[in-house]
Every structure is written in structure tokens, then in C-alpha cells.
Nanobody, 126 residues
């Protein structure tokens, strides 16, 4: 089973950029579709972006479309989330997750994902 570790979170000013990384170990990441989720205090966990195993398909929530980009490097066993023009409402704990059931499709619901990382905090201040 794959293990996931997120990194790259931090405190940034509104308008700044961050790149999150999700490093996988234990099994090849190419076996999985991947997703980035976030959870803010008092709010439900929500999908931010998802990508299929090859990187040929990706989906985004409306709130981040045009600002965030999900990508993957299967050779490095890593998935990325490039976040540009960050807003205060992007403040949350960000989690990466792996879906081994149907790697051809970027799943959009959290129950479709089998394995989760521990999360990384992103704080945006104005």
C-alpha cells in the first residue's frame, strides 16, 4: 500500500503563490488517480483538484479554477498542487489522497479515495 506525505504548506500573503507536494512511497504512484482536498475550520472537507494516473485528465473545484494547477511526475512518485493568487478563503489544511479503484478517472468525492496523507497547513493573510 502506498504512503503519502504532503509538504510545502506555510503562511503567505494574499496574492502570493505556493506549491504543495505529495510524495508517495511503498508503491508506484502511477497505479493511482490522485486528489487534493482541503478542510477549513468549521467547514466540510472539499475537493480542490484531481488528476488521473497519467496526468491526461484533471478536474478542479470552481473556487480554484484558473488559479490552481494539479500535476504529477510518476517518475518521481510525486503529485503537485501549484497555487497562485492565493486568497484568505484558501486557508485550510490540504490533504492529498490516492484512489486505486479507478485510476483512469479523476474522482471527485472523498469516499472514492482509499489512502490519505497527514495534511499540510496553508494560511493566507491579507
Amino acid at each position: 500500500q502506498v504512503q503519502l506525505v504532503e509538504s510545502g504548506g506555510g503562511k503567505v500573503q494574499a496574492g502570493d503563490s505556493l506549491r504543495l507536494s505529495c510524495a508517495a512511497s511503498g508503491r508506484a504512484l502511477s497505479n493511482y488517480a490522485m486528489g487534493w482536498f482541503r478542510e477549513a475550520p468549521g467547514k466540510e472537507r472539499e475537493l480542490v483538484a484531481a488528476i488521473n494516473w497519467s496526468g491526461g485528465g484533471a478536474s478542479y473545484s470552481d473556487s480554484v479554477k484558473g488559479r490552481f494547477t494539479i500535476s504529477r511526475d510518476n517518475a518521481k512518485n510525486t503529485v503537485y498542487l501549484q497555487m497562485n493568487n492565493l486568497k484568505f478563503e484558501d486557508t485550510a489544511v490540504y490533504y492529498c489522497a490516492a484512489d486505486e479503484t479507478n485510476s483512469d478517472v479523476e474522482a471527485t468525492f472523498d469516499y472514492e479515495y482509499d489512502i490519505w496523507g497527514q495534511g499540510t497547513q496553508v494560511t493566507v493573510f491579507s
